[in-house]
């Protein structure tokens, strides 16, 4: 069955530093991989995705993230944090019939 | 587009009443899923259609959970008779999707807090 692991409930980052949210999945078949972010008392938004092709995914907000096979992950990274970023994050990942998400990390960006 | 409605945006009961949470998705997607969010289990998904026939509704927790899809632009999530445990955010998300499958992006709507008391 697929599972999806982020690392961390929590991130802190000052405004400017590197963003890095991690996930890790587990399947015997490739994987659809999502991130989503949760801003408050609103529903989830894509911010990218990987389904087949290129490994390294580019998404909105200067978001990316990187398909590791070897590694079984999908983390999350930009480069410069903003304070807007400040939100809940979800990775999803599943197959063709089943989609699991990760428990969430809520990004807080300090100034 | 207006994006997926779900409506109430909160609703707030006691323990042994009906509650009925509705949605419409976006104009054109033929597939529908209703999700639970609690700080304990995070979020769930309960019930998926495709092209308004339940697909899968393995994560519905009980009978006093139900999900109706009469039609491409409507969809209720009833729960009789509601419980404290059930207080959650609910959310609708729809997407245009191959077969039913999962891998397509899925756009929420901004849910429903339900609060029984």
């Keep these: 069955a697929q599972s999806v692991t982020q690392l961390g409930s929590h991130v ?90 990760g428990s969430g990390t809520q990004l807080t960006v300090l100034p | 587009d207006a994006g997926v409605i779900q409506s109430p945006r909160h609703e707030v009961t006691e323990m042994g009443q009906e509650v009925t949470l509705r949605c419409k998705p976006i104009s054109g997607h033929n597939s529908l899923f209703w999700y639970r969010q609690t700080m304990m289990r995070g979020l769930e998904l309960l019930i998926y259609f495709n092209n308004n026939v339940p697909i899968d509704d393995s994560g519905m927790p009980e009978d006093r959970f139900s999900a109706k899809m009469p039609n491409a632009s409507f969809s209720t999530l009833k729960i009789q008779p509601s419980e404290p445990r059930d207080s959650a955010v609910y959310f609708c998300a729809s997407s245009l999707a191959s077969g039913g499958r999962l891998s397509y992006e899925q756009y929420f709507g901004p849910g429903t807090r339900l609060t029984v008391t």
């Excluded at chain 1, 480069?79 to 990942?93: L, Q």
Aim: net charge positive.
């Design chain 1, 12 to 101: 802190s980052v000052s405004e400017g530093a590197l963003v890095l949210l991690r996930c890790n999945y587990s399947s015997s078949v490739p994987p659809y991989l999502f991130w989503y972010v949760q801003y408050p008392n609103q529903g989830l938004q894509l911010l990218l995705k990987y389904t087949t092709g290129a490994t390294l995914v580019k998404g909105i907000n200067g978001f990316e993230a990187e398909f590791k096979k070897s590694e079984t992950s999908f983390h999350l990274t930009k480069p410069s944090a903003h304070m807007s970023d400040a939100a809940e994050y979800f990775c999803a990942g599943g197959s063709a019939r089943q989609l699991t998400f």
